[in-house]
Each structure stands twice: as structure tokens, then as C-alpha cells.
């Protein structure tokens, strides 16, 4: 699994005491480091919230705010207890047959009883524990979608590696025929300036040529660089850091390549090369 640092996830919640909505922003950041807004009567899910995404999290710059929107005054209807009523009333029942009727009661005196109106506001502990298990959820949609656009990068950074693969192959193949076309260039450069050269110095300079020109070993490293960079593709954890590293070893062998060319189409080969490295290294800024 492959995780991207850059994405984004809303979760909102409804209730007869307001709302709650948890938006989360995340992007590319060497370490993690979480910020969070909060509104000042939920100060202390400080600790909680930066716990679960510790846990969840590696890297990352990670923006979390939480809006807490209670009901309006106008808004709140009055609800009345009604079992604690019905027991208030049947109490009241008793001690009318026991004072012979005298027991007196009236409505704004069962009002007055604590319990009888209900408070449609949420209470600390309620609000608390509603606005943790939102962000657990807002939590887990930002993973997901971190994991859904992590895939995708994999996907694009596979298919540069594809395409280095089949450049690598290229120039091997090529290479051969450039060595014996420029065996014969030079051997025919001789000839119109009517020059001897000893059979022995000529051989020389071709295995010079040949000795500049040889990128074998670079062409191994660029092979060996890509298969590392399609395993860490594939292992679990942080892979991030370990391909930027690669990218960086896979452009100074396309470097050497490029200053190791005696013909042109080489040349455009290291260069697309690089273009296709470069690709992937912005690509990788976002990996996790």
C-alpha cells in the first residue's frame, strides 16, 4: 500500500443540540506535523486528536479544524421529562388522599422542578465524545483517499520506470553498431586525408573510442536503480525518502551517460532519461 500526502476529507455531524464538522487538509511535508483549530469548549481534545493521527500517520503537514455550530436560542423548543412528570404527578396524587385534598399543585410549580424541562444543549462529556468519534471517521476518509491517490502515483511512477527500462534496453542494443559506425567513420576520415596511421595506433584509438564510449556499467546501475525502485514500490511503511534517494542515483548515472555519448542519438536518449526521472521525483514529493 501506497500512501499520498496530499489529500483532503469533510465529516459532518447533525444534532437536536447543533453541528460538528471536521475538515481535514493534508500535504506533502518531510515530517508530520499536525496543526489544529479548535473551538474554545472543546480545548481539550488536544491530545486525543494528535494521538490518533500519530497513529494513522507518518508524514505529512496535516491541517485539522473542528466547527462546533450549537442550536440557536430561537430554535430550542421546550421538551418536557415526561416519565419524571408522570412520577411528580402520581407523588402528588399520594399526598392529596394523605392531607384529605389539601396538597395543592399547580403548573408553574412542576416547571420549577429540576428535570422537568429537558436542556436540548449538548453537555461537555456528550460533545466530547461525539467530536472524537468524527474525527476518527474524517480520519480514516483522509487515509483512504491518501491510499486512493497513493495507488495512482505508483501507477505513473511504474510507467516511467517502464519507459527507462525499454531506453536502457535501447542503448545497449545500439550500442554495438555505433561503436563499428564510428570504427568505420574514423577509418574513413583517414583515408581522405590521405593519412597512414600504424594498423597498431589505429587499433588504439578505436579502443580508446571504445573505452569512452562504454556505458555498460552505467546502463547496469540504471537497471539495478529501477528494479530497487519497483521493490520499494511494493514493501509496506514509509517509501518516500528511499525514492528520492534513487532518483537521485538514477540521475547522475543518466548524467554520466549523457557525458559518455559520441553520437546524437544517445545524447536524446539521456535526455529522456532524465525528463522521465525528473517526472517521477516530483511525483515522489508526495509520497509518504
Not at 496535516?62 to 415526561?82: H, I, K, M, S, T
Not at 491510499?147 to 520506470?161: M, N, T
Not at 551517460?257 to 532519461?273: C, F, G, Y
Amino acid at each position: 500500500m501506497m500512501l499520498s500526502m496530499t489529500a483532503f476529507s469533510r465529516q459532518q455531524l447533525e444534532r437536536d443540540w447543533g453541528s460538528l464538522t471536521w475538515e481535514i487538509r493534508s500535504v506533502n511535508h518531510r515530517y508530520l506535523e499536525v496543526s489544529l483549530r479548535l473551538p474554545e469548549q472543546l480545548r481539550s481534545l488536544e491530545n486525543p486528536v494528535r494521538e490518533r493521527a500519530r497513529k494513522l500517520l507518518d508524514r505529512g503537514k496535516v491541517e485539522c479544524q473542528l466547527r462546533y455550530q450549537p442550536v440557536a436560542p430561537e430554535q430550542v423548543g421546550v421538551r418536557f421529562n415526561d416519565e419524571l412528570i408522570a412520577k411528580l404527578l402520581a407523588a402528588h396524587g399520594e399526598l392529596e388522599k394523605q392531607s384529605g385534598g389539601k396538597a395543592q399543585l399547580n403548573s408553574m410549580d412542576l416547571l420549577r422542578w429540576p428535570g422537568v424541562v429537558m436542556d436540548q444543549q449538548a453537555d461537555s462529556d456528550v460533545l466530547q465524545t461525539e467530536a472524537l468519534s468524527l474525527f476518527d471517521a474524517a480520519l480514516a476518509e483522509l487515509v483512504a483517499n491518501r491510499q486512493r491517490e497513493g495507488e495512482a502515483l505508483k501507477g505513473l511512477i511504474s510507467q516511467r520506470l517502464n519507459g527507462i527500462r525499454d531506453i536502457t534496453r535501447a542503448v545497449r542494443e545500439k550500442l554495438p553498431d555505433i561503436l563499428k559506425a564510428q570504427h568505420e567513420s574514423l577509418k574513413e576520415r583517414l583515408a581522405e586525408l590521405k593519412v597512414e596511421l600504424d594498423p597498431a595506433r589505429l587499433e588504439q584509438e578505436i579502443a580508446l573510442l571504445a573505452q569512452k564510449a562504454d556505458v555498460a556499467e552505467e546502463l547496469e546501475r540504471l537497471e539495478s536503480h529501477v528494479d530497487e525502485c519497483a521493490r520499494v514500490l511494493d514493501t509496506r511503511g514509509q517509501k518516500g525518502r528511499r525514492l528520492d534517494f534513487l532518483m537521485q542515483e538514477l540521475n547522475r548515472e543518466a548524467n554520466t551517460l549523457s557525458s559518455k555519448s559520441i553520437v546524437a542519438e544517445t545524447t536524446l536518449d539521456a535526455v529522456e532519461l532524465k525528463v522521465l526521472i525528473e517526472q517521477m521525483r516530483e511525483q515522489i514529493q508526495n509520497i509518504e
